[in-house]
């Protein structure tokens, strides 16, 4: 394939992706007053008697529920994206690596739905009950609709792509472009752009920061099994050959 076949081809799968989640945006609008209360559960039982969400801008609410809709539709077509960006690198892979694009594309959504959910169960209720304690008397803590939905969606975003760093070191690894040794040599590496990928995709908070680093730091040790167990450069593989 040429340069412009695969432009084609590209804007063919962002197209596709496009639709997919404007159907799921369309699907999930209709339950969307039920997903902003589901989104709002870590927060409400720490928030102070009488405090609420509020708004400033007339059309806001109406937005927030449009936002949150797209969302969760692209949440619930996830497995369809990630199928649309497997199957444009596919062209590029093996015959016999090109059977693992189905597989790879469900493990991703499903690495990345995972992920949404840790920072949901486990980060959220941490993170706002930390935030909610430099409340006081005097300073009474009623967060603005627009902000808490883009804090939000923002936080099971980053979870969601971090979650997917196990299946990037496999896909590498099976190109033969890292294997489990090097990975354990960068190790220590690591550990710093884990924090400094968690400085850019968290907001500007230590706790946020520290939830992300660490299962970073736990899915690239994951990463390195999997290089071992699939990477197509291995040392015991090379030993069993001869």
Not at 133 to 156: A, H, R, V, W
Not at 187 to 214: H, N
């Amino acid at each position: 394939m040429g340069l412009l076949d695969h432009l084609e081809e590209l804007r063919k799968r962002l197209t596709y992706c496009v639709i997919a989640v404007i159907v799921g945006l369309f699907a999930c609008y209709g339950f969307a007053e039920q997903l902003f209360d589901f989104l709002m559960m870590p927060l409400k039982p720490i928030l102070p008697e009488g405090s609420s969400l509020i708004f400033t801008g007339l059309p806001e609410g109406f937005f927030t529920y449009i936002k949150l809709s797209a969302f969760a539709g692209l949440f619930v077509v996830s497995p369809f994206i990630f199928y649309q960006l497997w199957a444009f690198i596919a062209p590029g892979l093996y015959k016999e690596e090109r059977r693992w694009v189905f597989p790879i594309a469900l493990c991703s959504s499903l690495f990345f739905v995972s992920g949404a959910c840790f920072g949901y169960f486990v980060v959220f209720p941490i993170a706002f009950k930390f935030f909610m304690g430099f409340g006081t008397d005097i300073i009474k803590p009623m967060p603005s609709l627009k902000e808490y939905l883009s804090f939000s969606l923002k936080l099971l975003t980053a979870f969601g792509v971090a979650f997917e760093l196990p299946l990037f070191i496999f896909f590498l690894a099976r190109l033969g472009m890292v294997s489990s040794r090097w990975l354990k040599d960068k190790r220590k590496y690591f550990v710093l752009v884990a924090f400094v990928i968690s400085a850019v995709l968290t907001p500007p908070d230590v706790v946020s920061q520290c939830f992300m680093a660490g299962p970073l730091i736990i899915l690239y040790e994951l990463g390195i099994i999997v290089a071992w167990l699939f990477g197509k450069a291995e040392p015991r593989k090379m030993k069993n050959a001869e």
